[in-house]
């Protein structure tokens, strides 16, 4: 008589004792599936499937984790009213920004080895990359673009901040309209010395959100205080334009604009392809590149009030109101320079002086 196998004894124990019977289901399923893969059948027994066991009760004392998803807030884009001047923190000077490398050989040679610069320009690189193309037409669809709106009324002028020099061509005819050598005129020659409403835009629909401020049919009240006092206020048009293909067929295409202003307002109309970096969009508040932005600027380049977008609220009466204060202002120190005989001592006179009068501003410096 032949012994029993290994198999037939763990059956028999199974029988005998039932606590070990999930252990030789195992082995036998276990040697079951052996046998079958070596062999050359086609059908495989399928794998028991074992119910887990149930979870254990979490006592008293154990915080339960859960993540409950925070809803979308679009209230968070609604723009603020600005805080703060915006601008850069010294004057404008000729010959800046013109976006031109006037560098010699040995400045750029010099450059190239330098390692700093190379650093800063890897930094502004990385940036640019990191700004998706598409963001700007994103933020459109929250009330229309706009960043921030207008402060209630104007910065002091101790407090407010520099417009930049801007570097570009106009529309007036010939060489007046290029500068000399052709290549542009500075701003600051036109800006410096008269009150300028600024309109900065940069495409069609920044277009027409800066005609609601100023246009004509749009803003009938500016363009008659503008009229009415057009040797110490004027409008000023930037249309920036960095695309080099877009900026010769803007320039091709001139003749329309020209056409739609007087020959005073076409050498007021500025068409600006370089100079305008990413450290001046951010001082001048120009978030969106698809957005118009208006400024009142006074006779010193300083921005005294800034809008985006289109008007909401007072923003337009608001508009009005600052120009008047700054035409006021204006006015008083012609006055002041007509009775103090402009005043050759080389002070500077100021808006204390225009309120205390010469004698006491005298004194005081």
């Not at 850069?88 to 700093?116: A, C, K, M």
């Not at 998706?132 to 910065?155: C, E, I």
């Not at 600024?198 to 803003?219: N, Y």
């Amino acid at each position: 008589m032949k012994a029993p196998s290994v198999l037939l004894l763990r059956v028999l124990r199974n029988c005998a004792l039932p606590e070990t019977r999930q252990l030789c289901c195992y082995h036998v399923q276990s040697r079951y599936l052996r046998t079958s893969s070596s062999s050359s059948a086609v059908t495989k027994s399928p794998t028991p499937t074992t119910t887990p066991p149930p979870p254990r009760a979490a006592s008293p004392s154990t915080p339960t984790l859960s993540y409950t998803p925070t809803p979308r807030n679009d209230d968070d884009t609604t723009p603020k009213p600005l805080t703060h001047p915006l601008g850069l923190p010294r004057p404008p000077r000729p010959s800046e920004n013109t976006g031109i490398d006037t560098r010699t050989l040995r400045q750029r040679r010099n450059d190239l080895v330098d390692w700093d610069r190379h650093l800063h320009r890897r930094q502004e690189m990385t940036s640019q990359i990191s700004r998706s193309y598409f963001r700007d037409f994103s933020a459109m669809r929250h009330h229309k673009g706009k960043t921030f709106l207008a402060p209630p009324r104007l910065w002091r002028r101790e407090v407010s901040q520099y417009f930049p020099n801007l570097h570009g061509v106009t529309l007036a005819k010939g060489a007046q309209g290029k500068g000399e050598g052709g290549h542009g005129i500075d701003m600051v020659h036109t800006m410096r010395g008269r009150l300028s409403v600024v309109a900065l835009f940069s495409s069609e629909w920044a277009r027409a959100q800066v005609d609601a401020f100023c246009a004509p049919a749009q803003h009938p009240e500016l363009h008659a205080l503008l009229a009415r006092h057009t040797s110490v206020a004027q409008l000023v048009e930037i249309n920036h334009e960095p695309n080099a293909l877009k900026y010769y067929l803007l320039r091709l295409f001139a003749y329309r604009l020209r056409g739609a202003r007087t020959p005073g307002q076409q050498a007021r109309y500025f068409i600006v392809r370089r100079g305008v970096t990413e450290r001046i969009r951010t001082l001048l508040g120009l978030a969106n590149s698809r957005v118009g932005y208006v400024y009142l600027v006074d006779a010193e380049c300083r921005i005294r009030w800034a809008a985006s977008a289109r008007p909401e609220g007072d923003e337009k009466v608001g508009m009005i109101k600052g120009l008047k204060r700054l035409i006021d202002e204006a006015a008083k120190m012609q006055e002041m320079d007509k009775v103090s005989g402009k005043r050759k001592d080389g002070i500077v006179v100021t808006e204390k002086e225009i309120e205390t009068g010469p004698s006491v501003a005298a004194g005081t410096a």
